[in-house]
């Protein structure tokens, strides 16, 4: 796996967050695209990140959290959104795993990439920053329902 490393911008983004399994329905994510495409907020002028925040594997599956995100253009009115969560995401360097398979698999790259990938590199994950994936499909519209997903996992 050909790992790149990326200097990624400061981001600002509209999110929903929810608690509860990975591995269950993501109602949220229709939620934001609802939201998103009635703003003029879609691709390829914004980008849809995913943010999983919390570890399955240390963190009780129906707690874990996860916003779904879409990144806002400068001088967008968040104010007259208040429906809306928003947060600035810091940029800085990134580890870049190009991803490409069914959803429940995302977990194996996060594994490659902290249990294998990091061990070996001059490099330490960043605590600081979110891991961001951005999503670069529809899994419901692929002829294989796999996710295309760049992940980005924050180091130093």
């Known amino acids: 796996m050909d790992i790149a490393i990326k200097e990624l911008p400061e981001y600002e983004v ?17 939620q934001l695209i609802d939201w998103a495409i009635s703003n003029g907020l879609y691709p390829p002028e ?3 990140i995913g943010i999983s925040l919390d570890n399955p594997d240390t963190v009780e599956r129906n707690n874990c959290r996860h916003d779904a995100c879409v990144t ?10 208040p429906e809306m969560q928003f947060k600035r995401m ?8 190009p991803f490409y398979d069914i959803p429940p698999k995302l977990k194996d790259a996060y594994q490659f990439m902290y249990g294998e990938w990091l061990v070996k590199s001059d490099y330490k994950a960043d605590p600081d ?3 961001l994936e951005f999503n670069l499909n529809n899994p419901s519209e692929d002829p294989e329902g796999k996710c295309r997903v760049d992940l980005y996992i924050p180091i130093k």
């Open 90 to 97: 810091n940029g800085g360097d990134y580890a870049l795993y």
């Open 129 to 131: 920053r979110y891991n």
């Open 14 to 30: 509209a999110f929903i967050r929810r608690t509860g399994s990975y591995f269950e329905p993501q109602e949220h994510w229709g």
């Open 46 to 48: 914004q980008s849809f």
């Open 72 to 81: 806002i253009p400068d001088g967008f009115e968040k104010e007259k959104h």
